[in-house]
């Protein structure tokens, strides 16, 4: 079954950019009608959506952070990656990738990889 | 943009008993993109029900969803030991939550 794994750095100083990157396995980025996502959760808070991918290239963000959000895909590699541009403090949390359905549910998740903002 | 509410905040019940959780959109959404999803501490949100009353693969008979427009409901018909969680609804962008602990 398909599986998503996120890596990246842990630690990335204020004003600069968060970059991770998703590696899918066990089926293509390629196939079916799918978006590829990424969400966030500050430690102790809600989830926040912050945007997805078509295997075409086609993206949405969330509002509140797109201005600072590029998400793009590699399907030579079966990845996806996600920049967040000049974080802050308010940017630290638990980044988790997913697999959105053409419904936008959300029904393979990463385990998720933490992010901290600070110099 | 619309804006998911969940009430209550926490839900404080026994293992046994029913527990029903609302999820309120501040305008009519389509249930084909309501969605309900679990998350223990420690661990990624896993989905539960989709298009509002469908349950996900693996998902026990005792999770169901309901509504229309801009009130949904999840409920559990009797909670297990590995039902206390948190909740979230989501229509693209998710609710704040319900914390469903035991009493």
């Known amino acids: 079954q398909v599986q998503l794994q996120e890596s990246g750095p842990g630690l990335v100083k204020p004003s600069q950019t968060l970059s991770l990157t998703c590696s899918v396995s066990g089926g293509s980025i390629n196939s079916g009608t799918y978006y590829w996502s990424w969400i966030r959760q500050p430690a102790g808070m809600g989830l926040e959506w912050i945007g997805h991918i078509y295997n075409s290239g086609s993206t949405n963000y969330n509002p509140s952070l797109k201005s600072r959000v590029t998400i793009s895909v590699d399907t030579s590699k079966n990845q996806f990656s996600l920049k967040l541009s000049s974080v802050t403090a308010a940017d630290t949390a638990v980044y988790y990738c997913?697999?959105?359905?053409?419904?936008?549910?959300?029904?393979?998740w990463g385990k998720g990889t933490t992010v901290t903002v600070s110099s | 943009e619309i804006v998911l509410t969940q009430s209550p905040g926490t839900l404080s019940l026994s293992p046994g008993e029913r527990a029903t959780l609302s999820c309120r959109a501040s305008q009519s959404v389509s249930s084909t993109y309501l969605a309900w999803y679990q998350q223990k501490p420690g661990q990624a949100p896993r989905l539960l029900i989709y298009?509002?009353?469908s349950r996900a693969t693996g998902i026990p008979d005792r999770f169901s969803g309901s509504g229309s427009g801009t009130d949904f409901t999840l409920t559990i018909s009797r909670l297990e030991p590995e039902d206390f969680a948190v909740y979230y609804c989501q229509h693209f962008s998710f609710g704040p939550g319900t914390k469903v602990d035991i009493k």
């Open positions: 298009g509002a009353s």
């Open positions: 997913a697999r959105s359905s053409s419904y936008f549910y959300m029904d393979v």
